[in-house]
């Protein structure tokens, strides 16, 4: 009888486990720059920092900056700065010079974005803050907000040259990129 009860206990454990880690895979969170993989780790202020130290100018159809399925890591809000201290991110005229997707809090300062297809493609980000620098000449908009709907705040941000348009807000149809 205790034998019985053990294994049954252990074959629903083994059931949960699967469930969890095989049948439902944990999404990854990936942040990257032109391509390049940056850390996702957040510091012991639940802060993730990602700063431009020169110009960025993407190729072969990168993003500029990537933060993908982040969230938050941990206990607590995960906030995502991104400061690009001035420095510019040029595209080939495809894909977002930053895009953002499935994450809570994100901060963009300072950013010079050109060239892309999008300046910022912001898809069910919770909170969204930009502030400073522009969107230039981007083909089909400044700053796309697709799901984003809780909070946005713009603060002496330039958007000018984007033939699409500066701002697309919650669309009925999403752009894609």
């Not at 895979?25 to 993989?37: F, H, N, R, V, Y």
């Not at 977002?96 to 999008?118: K, P």
Request: charged fraction near 10%; proline fraction near 3%.
């Amino acid at each position: 009888m205790r034998t019985s009860i053990r294994l049954t206990v252990l074959s629903l454990f083994c059931s949960a486990l699967f469930l969890l880690f095989i049948a439902s895979p944990l999404k990854a969170c990936s942040i990257s720059i032109c391509g390049t993989a940056h850390s996702t780790t957040p510091n012991s202020y639940n802060v993730v920092p990602i700063n431009l130290t020169s110009n960025e100018s993407c190729v072969d159809g990168n993003d500029g900056i990537d933060i993908l399925g982040c969230g938050n890591q941990g206990s607590g809000t995960t906030l995502y700065i991104v400061d690009c201290k001035g420095y510019t991110l040029s595209g080939e005229g495809t894909n977002s010079g930053i895009n953002l997707s499935e994450d809570n809090v994100v901060i963009i300062r300072n950013c010079r974005i050109t060239d892309f297809q999008f300046g910022i493609f912001a898809n069910e980000v919770t909170r969204l803050t930009v502030e400073g620098g522009s969107m230039v000449d981007n083909s089909t908009g400044g700053l796309a907000l697709c799901n984003t709907s809780v909070y946005q705040t713009f603060f002496t941000t330039f958007f000018y040259g984007n033939p699409g348009g500066d701002i697309l807000n919650n669309t009925a149809t999403c752009p894609t990129e």
